[in-house]
């Protein structure tokens, strides 16, 4: 009997992991006036392994057109609406009564922003009206018998760190402490997450070297060592998302939850604007999602993948400022995809192998790719991270897949890197992974997990 149910829970995993991403959602905003109908945005995210969408605010079309497709909505109430939710509880019934009630629970409703980025604001009114104006949404939500069920929250910047490089070292800025300490009491008592903005795409810009490109897409790249802890990080997303850790570490709420509102790298900018490309928002959003789906976590959050939603759904035509505000969208509005970063399910089936129509010249290195000895975990994430978000069929070394077993960073890199070698030209270079790879004459294939190469 116990055999039976973990070949149950076994397949139940693998069928999820092969579906959609609990952890995966999109921010869809409506700055724009060439936006496809809601009923076309509803089919088209069904279409996909995104499993939430977040809203700036609570259009009630687009509500409706999620009704029934399982798909977890946020909801937002704008800044403006502060001072009302804040000095009425009638005010926050009321809009409950507005864009809750008419929906729920057909149109899966999970979270409530309160305001975006208030803190930055540093309008000190607004700041002060904020928590109240969380907690009379909160009542009302409890007045409706929703308690728990939907949960409330505000937005913040990367900009209310004080201090994050290196990551264990993150602090709020004194400034905003107070107005935070309030905040985070409320979301340690309600369960709620503490949402962020983090963006590498801004870090790159203040910092354009190569190697620093490299670590803030999740390629491979020398790591950069935490000299307050001595980890390496091998990645940007991870360094900040630890960061924000540290800060509420440092403030006695380790134990709230972060979530990632949005994140991404826009495809297109001004000609003055470095890092825009439609090469480096691929590469940025199709590995983002690799690291999440690899389960693997931050080094200071490890084992679990932080709830993180993507900048953004379509571009935004009307934003104003730079080009680049205009170029996030991961769908045009005639619902083509700008680029594929694998979150179509039907870009998720395996490839069929290409037979080629004509000879090929032999490659110059045979056999199979692997990793070298001596290398660390940390590197070795960023190699499979980076190759899983290459194209290459990772599903085997998804739980439940034939390579899942044994369940080490060191395994599945090994296989993700081989895969992706045996998918490149098959020149040395691309079995290097800043160094971390090799090629062998050995087949490292092992047990049902076969290792695709050899001679040719």
């Not at 992991?17 to 995210?45: H, R, W």
């Not at 759904?313 to 104003?320: F, G, N, Q, S």
């Not at 060191?410 to 081989?418: C, P, Q, R, T, V």
């Amino acid at each position: 009997m116990a055999t039976f149910f973990f070949f149950l829970l076994s397949f139940l995993i693998c069928f999820h992991f092969s579906s959609a991403e609990p952890f995966i959602g999109v921010n869809y905003g409506q700055v724009a006036d060439n936006l496809p109908p809601p009923s076309a945005t509803a089919k088209l995210l069904k279409s996909t392994s995104i499993e939430k969408v977040r809203l700036y605010g609570a259009d009630p079309a687009i509500i409706k057109a999620l009704a029934n497709t399982e798909i977890g909505i946020v909801i937002g109430a704008a800044n403006g609406d502060i001072p009302s939710l804040a000095s009425d509880p009638n005010s926050a019934a009321q809009w409950i009564n507005s864009n809750v009630l008419p929906f729920y629970p057909a149109s899966k409703i999970i979270l409530i922003t309160v305001g975006n980025e208030v803190l930055t604001t540093n309008d000190p009114n607004l700041i002060n009206q904020l928590l109240p104006a969380m907690q009379n949404m909160q009542n009302a939500i409890n007045g409706a018998s929703l308690g728990g069920k939907i949960k409330v929250s505000t937005v913040h910047s990367m900009a209310v760190l004080g201090q994050s490089d290196p990551p264990s070292s993150g602090l709020f800025s004194p400034s905003y402490q107070p107005a935070l300490k309030g905040l985070l009491q409320f979301h340690k008592d309600n369960g709620s997450p503490f949402a962020i903005n983090p963006y590498p795409f801004f870090a790159y810009q203040s910092d354009s070297r190569p190697e620093t490109l490299a670590f803030c897409l999740f390629q491979p790249n020398a790591g950069r060592v935490d000299s307050g802890n001595g980890i390496k990080y091998m990645n940007m997303f991870d360094a900040q998302v630890d960061s924000v850790h540290s800060a509420l570490s440092a403030m006695g709420f380790k134990d709230v939850e972060i979530m990632v509102a949005e994140t991404g790298w826009p495809y297109s900018g001004d000609s003055n604007e470095v890092g825009p490309s439609i090469e480096n928002a691929k590469a940025y959003n199709g590995n983002l999602i690799a690291h999440l789906k690899s389960m693997v976590g931050t080094p200071l959050m490890p084992g679990k993948s932080v709830d993180t939603y993507l900048f953004a759904l379509y571009d935004e035509d009307l934003k104003p400022g730079p080009g680049s505000e205009r170029a996030f969208g991961l769908y045009k509005s005639d619902l083509s995809m700008t680029y594929d970063v694998g979150i179509s399910k039907s870009s998720q089936t395996p490839p069929t192998p290409k037979t080629p129509v004509t000879p090929q010249p032999k490659p110059t290195a045979t056999g199979w790719c692997v990793p070298k000895a001596g290398i660390s975990d940390a590197q070795l994430q960023s190699s499979l991270d980076y190759a899983c978000g290459q194209g290459i069929d990772c599903s085997p070394i998804q739980p439940g897949g034939a390579c899942f077993e044994p369940n080490t960073v060191a395994s599945h890199a090994a296989y993700a890197m081989n895969l992706y070698y045996q998918n490149s030209a098959k020149n040395p270079w691309n079995c290097d992974f800043s160094q971390t790879a090799t090629l062998t004459s050995q087949n490292p294939t092992y047990n049902n997990c076969i290792y695709p190469g050899g001679s040719t």
